[in-house]
């Protein structure tokens, strides 16, 4: 459908990176939905060269899910570029290196990292350079309208990064001082692609195909992020991939699937991460596979709150 660099991507979806949820486990789960380029969560290069063993799990990708792009966060192209050769060494299977531009957290923004620079373009792509420059794969960023309501800047920092080598970019329709909240604002990005060189995703408010539908129509983007919508409804990946490759609208999941496509993802998920740790997590993602069907309250409450075993999902499951 479209190339970064020499890369492939077979689909317009593309999975967001999610710090504690798009881990290995969710992006084999995911994928064969019809993603067509996953990235791992946000990966600290200072954890990388520090060798810190919880960092390295970070960047284990598997050729299912491939083409898989290794998102890194830094303040530095100096030690960016180590990290990219970590990358290298410690993993001969990915395919594309994503720099995040775009995180809102203080304690990342304060180091100077993730959106903080978005603040200076000028420095931004000098910065690019010698990351392009320094590795013979395709290098991505993911930014953000800019960084705060009186510096929409997203315009001057996609040429930066243009000149600077960058071989695709993904663009999340707020600023950072929205955070998370208030909507995406697609109207600020009208035939953006046009404007520009490279490969453009988009990100923000994807929660149907027709938000897909109309974000990819007013920016003309080659792909679609899709993040917080997934959660629990994996169909939503289906639904976009099929319909721009076909015309055709697939429904929506069934209850019975989605508990069927609940319990597959726990078993991957205790597979990674054991089953205590994996339970956990799934506390704050299982109630989701159960959104949009009616009298799912009280299970809803149950996956959140006394989730603790396998066999204590399956048993809530099975009372459905
Ligand atoms: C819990 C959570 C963690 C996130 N972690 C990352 C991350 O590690 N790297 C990144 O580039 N974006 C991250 N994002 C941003 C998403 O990739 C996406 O751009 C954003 O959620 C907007 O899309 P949505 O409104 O469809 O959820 C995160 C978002 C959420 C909600």
């Known amino acids: ?84 050769k970590i990358c290298e060494n410690e993993n001969k299977n990915f395919d ?101 060189s490279v490969p453009l995703f988009v990100s923000g408010d994807i929660y149907s195909l027709d938000d897909a539908i109309n974000a990819l129509e007013i920016t003309k983007a080659d792909g679609v992020m899709v993040a917080r919508g997934g959660v629990g409804n994996p169909t939503l990946v289906k639904q976009i991939d099929h319909y721009f490759k076909t015309g055709e609208r697939l429904p929506n999941a069934t209850l019975e699937e989605n508990k069927k496509y609940l319990l597959q993802f726990a078993d991957m998920l205790i597979e990674e991460k054991g089953e205590y740790r994996a339970m956990t997590i799934l506390r704050g993602i299982a109630p989701k596979f159960l959104d949009g069907y009616p009298g799912m309250k009280q299970y809803k409450n149950m996956l959140a709150q006394s989730l603790s075993t396998r066999a204590s999902l399956e048993r809530i499951l099975n009372d459905i």
């Open 96 to 196: 594309i290196i994503d720099v995040n531009l775009g995180c809102p957290v203080p304690k990342v923004t304060k180091a100077g990292s993730g959106s903080a620079l978005l603040k200076n373009p000028a420095k931004l792509g000098d910065m690019f350079k010698k990351i392009c420059a320094s590795t013979s794969k395709p290098v991505t960023a993911k930014i953000r309208l800019g960084y705060s309501e009186d510096s929409i800047n997203f315009l001057d920092n996609i040429k930066a990064l243009e000149d600077a080598g960058i071989t695709a970019i993904g663009i999340h329709a707020r600023t950072t001082s929205q955070l998370y909240s208030g909507k995406a604002r697609y109207e600020l990005l009208k035939d953006l692609r046009n404007m520009m």
């Open 1 to 84: 459908m479209f190339k970064i660099g020499n890369i492939e991507i077979k689909s317009k979806v593309i999975l967001a990176p999610m710090a504690g949820v798009t881990s290995l486990a969710y992006r084999d789960f995911m994928k064969p939905f019809g993603v067509g380029l996953t990235v791992t969560e946000m990966v600290s290069d200072c954890g990388l060269i520090y060798e810190n063993k919880k960092t390295l799990d970070y960047i284990k990708t598997s050729e299912l899910e491939r083409p898989v792009a290794i998102q890194l966060f830094g303040n530095d192209a100096e030690t960016i570029i180590k990290a990219i």
